[in-house]
């Protein structure tokens, strides 16, 4: 059964390094029908995309996040990680990673989420 699963410190200090992880299983993060995304979502806000890894290896970010994330790998261990530098409050949220299929540019597989709270 494919899943997707995130992992990670519930709270965070204002100003650290967030860092998440994203376990994938039942299939191979390498699959090439498959871009590997991180979504967050903030109290009584919307969905707010942070950006992927592709099956190669390359990402793309949202340029709301783009000077303070980064997205990488782990082939070895078919896991995709999020770093997110200088949190504040406001990256208070559910975060949640997902899987795009290629072909029609639709998320089809989505992990139960990891709430996040930045505070001292």
């Known amino acids: 059964q494919e899943q997707l699963q995130e992992s990670g410190p519930g709270l965070v200090k204002p100003s650290q390094t967030l860092s998440l992880i994203c376990t994938v299983s039942g299939g191979s993060i390498t699959n090439n029908l498959y871009y590997w995304n991180w979504i967050r979502q903030a109290p009584g806000k919307g969905l707010e995309y942070i950006g992927y890894i592709s099956h190669t290896g390359n990402s793309y970010y949202n340029p709301a996040f783009k000077s303070r994330s980064s997205i990488s790998w782990d082939t070895s261990k078919n896991q995709f990680t999020l770093q997110l530098s200088s949190v504040t409050p406001e990256d208070t949220a559910m975060y949640y990673c997902?899987?795009?299929?290629?072909?029609?540019?639709?998320?089809?597989?989505w992990g139960q989420g990891t709430q996040v709270t930045v505070s001292s």
């Open positions: 997902a899987r795009l299929l290629s072909s029609n540019w639709l998320y089809d597989l």
